[in-house]
């Protein structure tokens, strides 16, 4: 079992930044890959970005690219999405996942925490 609580969420103007966190417990950090996702309204859920367990590989989607960096801290148990250069486009609930397989199935979700960005 993994617990996953997202935070760091909030509103923000266009071009500015957040850094949203999201705290790990239950199985051991560092054995398994984490992803963030976002959902706008009216819109399914899409992928972020994601890195690996160790922290050496990550992947982006082509919209944040170049704007947002995933990283992870394996000794606090937590993963990050710096957000930089936002736009209202950005504005979603943002969820974070833990991948134990390494195979960018993920199996927990965190409950997700809401990022505004007004123009």
């Known amino acids: 079992q993994v617990q996953l609580v997202e935070s760091g969420g909030g509103l923000v103007q266009a071009g500015g930044s957040l850094r949203l966190s999201c705290a790990a417990s239950g199985r051991t950090f560092s054995s398994y890959a984490m992803g963030w996702f976002r959902q706008a309204p009216g819109k399914e859920r899409e992928f972020v970005a994601a890195?690996?367990?160790?922290?050496?590989?990550?992947y982006y989607a082509d919209s944040v690219k170049g704007r947002f960096t995933i990283s992870r801290d394996n000794a606090k148990n937590t993963v990050y999405l710096q957000m930089n250069s936002l736009k209202p486009e950005d504005t979603a609930v943002y969820y974070c996942a833990a991948d134990l397989n390494g195979v960018r199935a993920y199996d927990y979700w965190g409950q997700g925490t809401q990022v505004t960005v007004s123009s």
């Open positions: 890195i690996s367990w160790s922290g050496g590989s990550t």
